[in-house]
């Protein structure tokens, strides 16, 4: 007796299939918005508090693509060097484990189990503490291939970050991407805008300055970047909504902005 | 002609949505019936295709070679039906918001086609099942999907030499588990062509 185990020939996807699925592919791809989301803020246990708030979504919103910069000077791409080392003998089960989750873009219950295992998944060089604002501490991890991981987290806590992005280096820091913005926003359902409840980030050697655009329009929390860094955080902020943020130059030239709110209804 | 591969999976990995979207059009067949021949439902298959492109988006951060996006989605692929059900979690709400399929003009024929694709497709992954995981998905590659063994390594990430170690294993396992396998007139040759010496 023979069995027929071939398999069909291709098919076409169904008719109108091909359309629908990539409108809907590029609505998720919307809604996902920012791209490069590090998500570990959410991923770290909740609170009673944040249990408690039903009404407050905090988000990490990372880059937008919204305006390419103009008058970049000379050295706006320069690598950041700088800071103290860190040993990674200081970063808690948390933080390697996440860590290797963003760098090796997986979740975080894919990473391997041993230590060892996870520091050769990040290929980690070096980790550098470039400095500290606000209570918040800003870290570059140096990888063998010649990227960079950011993270930033709460000065003291036993766990280094609070959040992680390892961004591809066409992606930042460049021209078209000088800032590494990882601010973190408030939704509420009674009104979607966004209203900013952290305004922290990484900026390439050129940017001197990052302020937030109000939904209204008015460019407000001027907030200096010392230290290829940036952090503005309670008065400092705006109460009202924001669209988003804009990067400035040492002479004033606007470098880059950076859609926050990305909205049909509102926003930008 | 349109863009190259490598510039849109670049636009891609700088934030282009739309490149992304051009990538998933000219994509969207080959890995829809790769999950097809992995899974023998073609509504699955549309769902994992989703699935496996969400995937991509998130991973774009991954450095491809030149004209290599292909592979790099198959292994994709591959992960996303091995890990179907953790793969369906992860993007369980975008699957939800996937807009109900538009009535087909030739529906009843189209829908006996893949009836009869599906009850093609069940003795294969049957014995196919019976095999390794690692020499399922190189067999299924290798001989369903006709990739070289050089993407097929590119796609799962071992070494071409066990690319063929890993076929060669799955195509004598396969004439043991049942001898008429890849040996009997079948609709198409690529089964039959995997198990020539």
Redesign the interface.
């Known amino acids: 007796?023979?069995?027929?185990?071939?398999?069909?020939?291709?098919?076409?996807?169904?008719?109108?299939?091909?359309t629908?699925?990539?409108e809907?592919?590029?609505?998720?791809?919307?809604?996902?918005q920012p791209?490069?989301v590090p998500t570990l803020r959410r991923l770290r246990p909740q609170s009673r508090f944040g249990r408690l708030a039903p009404v407050v979504v905090a988000v990490v919103l990372a880059?937008?693509?919204a305006t390419p910069a103009f008058g970049v000077g000379r050295h706006l791409l320069d690598l950041i060097t700088g800071g103290t080392p860190v040993s990674t003998a200081r970063l808690s089960d948390q933080d390697l484990r996440f860590l290797s989750a963003v760098a090796k873009?997986?979740?975080p219950s894919d990473v391997p189990a041993s230590k060892r295992a996870q520091l050769d998944a990040v290929g980690s060089t070096g980790i550098r503490q470039i400095a500290v604002r606000d209570g918040r501490a800003f870290f570059v991890i140096d990888k063998s291939d010649g990227s960079h991981c950011y993270a930033v987290g709460d000065e003291g806590d036993s766990n280094l970050f609070g959040g992680i992005e390892?961004?591809?280096t066409?992606?930042f820091p460049t021209p078209?991407h000088p800032i590494l913005d990882m601010s973190v926003v408030r939704l509420s359902p009674a009104d979607p805008r966004p209203t900013l409840t952290r305004l922290e980030g990484f900026a390439a050697d050129g940017v001197a300055r990052v302020a937030v655009i109000t939904a209204s329009g008015q460019v407000t929390a001027d907030t200096p970047v010392i230290d290829n860094v940036y952090s503005a955080q309670g008065n400092q902020l705006p109460d009202q909504p924001i669209n988003g943020l804009v990067a400035f130059g040492a002479d004033g030239t606007q470098l880059y902005s950076q859609c926050l709110a990305r909205n049909a209804q509102f926003g930008c | 002609m349109g863009p190259s591969e490598a510039s849109l999976w670049e636009r891609s990995r700088a934030g282009d949505a739309d490149a992304f979207g051009l990538l998933f059009e000219r994509h969207a067949k080959t890995i829809y019936n790769y999950c097809f021949r992995r899974l023998g439902d073609w509504s699955a298959a549309e769902d994992m295709l989703t699935v496996v492109f969400l995937e991509a988006w998130r991973r774009r951060d991954t450095e491809v070679q030149d004209d290599k996006v292909l592979p790099w989605l198959f292994g994709i692929a591959t992960n996303v039906v091995r890990n179907r059900r953790r793969s369906e979690r992860r993007f369980a709400a975008a699957l939800r918001r996937m807009p109900e399929p538009q009535p087909e003009a030739n529906f009843a024929e189209r829908s006996d086609e893949r009836l009869d694709d599906e009850a093609l497709m069940r003795p294969a992954l049957d014995l196919l099942a019976m095999l390794p995981r690692h020499e399922q998905e190189v067999f299924a590659l290798c001989a369903w999907m006709e990739l070289s063994y050089e993407d097929v390594a590119l796609a799962l990430g071992v070494p071409v030499g066990t690319v063929r170690s890993r076929l060669s294993r799955a195509r004598r396992r396969l004439r043991e588990l049942d001898p008429a396998f890849g040996h009997e007139e079948g609709r198409t040759a690529t089964v039959r062509e995997a198990l020539r010496p």
């Open positions: 007796m023979t069995t027929d185990h071939s398999v069909p020939p291709l098919r076409e996807l169904p008719t109108g299939r091909l629908q699925r990539a809907h592919l590029r609505a998720e791809i919307a809604r996902s791209p490069r880059t937008v693509v873009g997986v979740s390892c961004p591809a066409s992606f078209a």
